[in-house]
């Protein structure tokens, strides 16, 4: 995905949404693309221990 200087910080942010949901291969219908939109919109930011504890736990699975 290229920067487009034009273009508004908000919509910059609406593109990396819609390409997060096309990696998650959910773009397929309106209502599977906005459940995918409204999760990553309101994920709770984690801390640096928090990202730590997670990375632990997948490489012991």
Not at 34 to 45: L, N
Request: proline share 3%; no cysteine; net charge positive.
């Amino acid at each position: 995905m290229t920067k487009n200087p034009n273009k508004t910080t908000h919509e910059r942010q609406i593109d990396k949404f819609k390409e997060a949901a096309r990696e998650l291969k959910t773009d397929q219908s309106d209502a599977a693309f906005e459940a995918v939109v409204d999760k990553i919109a309101h994920a709770p930011k984690l801390t640096q221990e928090q990202i730590k504890e997670l990375v632990r736990r997948r490489r012991e699975t």
